[in-house]
């Protein structure tokens, strides 16, 4: 079946870089438009980046020109690459996979921005 796997998060000092991962099985990777989205408590989930099927990357406003978002489809894994970040960055970040009717979300991991 379906699983999307994150994995890279953990603590790190503003200012500091850290790069999340995330592993899909059970789709036919290069077909889908993939993204991470975060969540803080008591907020909405917010979409962070997005990667299309031929490459073509979309940011939000807040993490545009310290992230970076790319595909590796020969590992069916999408990575986000964070430079930068910011106390404000702390969330769980959310592995997303879409085509067509197809939804798919992973479990998240923690990201931390602390010093």
């Known amino acids: 079946q379906v699983q999307l796997v994150e994995s890279g998060g953990g603590l790190v000092q503003p200012g500091g870089s850290l790069r999340l991962s995330c592993a899909a099985s059970?789709?036919?990777?290069?077909?889908?438009?993939m993204s991470w989205a975060r969540r803080v408590p008591g907020k909405e989930r917010e979409l962070v980046a997005v990667?299309?099927?031929?490459?073509?990357?979309t940011y939000s406003h807040s993490v545009e020109g310290r992230f970076t978002i790319s595909r590796e489809d020969a590992k069916n894994t999408v990575y986000l690459q964070m430079n930068s970040v910011e106390r404000d960055d702390t969330a769980v970040y959310y592995c997303n996979a879409v085509l067509k009717s197809y939804d798919y979300w992973g479990q998240g991991t923690q990201v931390t921005v602390s010093s």
């Open positions: 059970g789709i036919r990777f290069s077909r889908y438009r």
């Open positions: 990667i299309f099927s031929d490459g073509t990357t």
